[in-house]
Each structure stands twice: as C-alpha cells, then as structure tokens.
C-alpha cells in the first residue's frame, strides 16, 4: 500500500500568514492527489484534486502543486474559518489512502 | 441537493456483525462510484472501500478485506457496508462519500480517480462488550 506522511502535523500560525503544509507519498503517484478540509465533528470537504485543480466553491487563496512524490498545500493568507484539519489522500490506485492530517491551529 | 444519508450504526459486541446503509438523493446514483471511509475517535481518516457505479468493481482496505462486504441497491440509490467479525479497532465514525464527476475509466481500464466530492454526516459504530 502507498504510505503518505504530512507534515507537519500541527501548526500553529496566525491569521494573514502564508503556510504550506506537505504531503510525501511512499511511491510515485503522479498527481492523483486531492487535499480536504476537515473541521471538530463535520465530514471533510475536498479542496483541491488533481495535485492542483481547485473544487468549485474553494477560495482562490488555496493552491497546490506537486507531482510525483511531493506535494504542498498552500494558503496564501490565513482567514479565521481555515483553521482546521487537513489531509491529503492519494487516488493512483486502491487503497486509496490518507496522510495522517495536519491540525492548523491559531497562534 | 445532493444528499447522502448514513444509518445503520451502533453498539455492538467484538465479533459481532453489522449493515450500515446509505441512502444517496439528488443525483444519478447508479453514475457514480461509491466509497466508506472511516474515522476512529481522535484519529485520522482511513479508506475502507469503495465501489464501482455498476457495483461490478469493489475494493477494499487491508484492515477490512475478509470481514466488511461493500454493495449497492441502484434501484433503491442506496450503499451498504455489511461488517462482519467486528474489532474494537473498527470503532469509527463512518462515512459514505460519492466520487468525483471528473472521475473516469480510461480506455486501458485505469480510473483517473478525482477523489471524493460529497460526502455523508457519518454514522458511529462503536465494538465494546
């Protein structure tokens, strides 16, 4: 099975900052990757899917790249509702498995 | 409005056995692959399985393959997950989550996978004696 490590796992930023959290995947996976948005007791929300490609209704302020084995999520300026879990999870091939999430936390 | 709606779970004892259902409205069921995916308290979330539109192609997690059967009723839009041979480790807030539409079966049979756009309010199986 593929492995995906994020990191870090948590972080602690403020809001207007620019972060970037990264997804490493234990075997080449192309860009069959998507990143969710999870909040305390909701289901998650996809973000972004193809490595870069953003989900209609996401805010332009999220971007991803990467290809490959390496991958980032970046936030261009922290609002207050982005605080949050996030999880990259890969899509190359069954089982389709998830990073252990990243937990951004307010500074 | 795409909807999807998941019952089916409570306490039940270790090696016990459980059907949890979801019920899909507001789109094409039968167009769209099907997933559960699963998170144990305090803890990340884990693919279980997933199944093709047809219910043709099912897959499966390591950690379930052998115990949990994924299907699906097209002419009643609703997916189940029947749990057999329950662990302590299988306790989880349950989701049923649909497939991308841009998610596609090439030619070759590879499936550009887009993940998962809509996801369930989750369900909570709990395995304790």
């Known amino acids: 099975d593929i492995q995906l490590t994020q990191s870090p796992s948590f972080l602690s930023a403020s809001v207007g900052d620019r972060v970037t959290i990264t997804c490493r995947a234990s075997?080449?996976?192309?860009?069959?990757l998507a990143w969710y948005q999870q909040k305390p007791g909701k289901a998650p929300k996809l973000l972004l899917y193809a490595a870069s490609t953003l989900q209609s209704g996401v805010p332009s302020r999220f971007s991803g790249s990467g290809s490959g084995t390496e991958f980032t999520l970046t936030f261009t300026s922290l609002q207050p509702e982005d605080f949050a879990t996030y999880y990259c999870?890969?899509?190359?091939?069954?089982?389709?498995?998830f990073g252990q999430g990243t937990k951004l936390e307010i500074k | 409005e795409v909807q999807l709606l998941e019952s089916g779970g409570v306490l039940v004892q270790p090696g016990g056995s459980l059907r949890l259902s979801c019920a899909a409205s507001?789109?094409?069921?039968?167009?769209?692959?099907m997933n559960w995916v699963r998170q144990a308290p305090g803890k990340g979330l884990e693919w279980v399985s997933g199944i093709s539109g047809s219910g043709g192609s099912t897959y499966y997690a390591d950690s379930v393959k052998g115990r949990f059967t994924i299907s699906r009723d097209n002419s009643k839009n609703t997916l189940y997950l029947q749990m057999n041979s329950l662990r302590g480790e299988d306790t989880a807030v349950y989701y049923c989550?649909?497939?991308?539409?841009?998610?596609?079966?090439?030619?070759?049979?590879?499936?550009?996978?887009?993940?998962?756009?809509?996801w369930g309010q989750g369900t909570t199986v709990t395995v304790s004696s």
């Open positions: 999870q890969q899509l190359y091939i069954s089982p389709y498995t």
């Open positions: 989550a649909k497939d991308h539409p841009s998610s596609y079966y090439d030619s070759r049979d590879f499936y550009h996978y887009c993940g998962v756009d809509v």
């Open positions: 507001g789109f094409t069921f039968s167009s769209y692959a």
């Open positions: 075997q080449a996976i192309s860009s069959y």
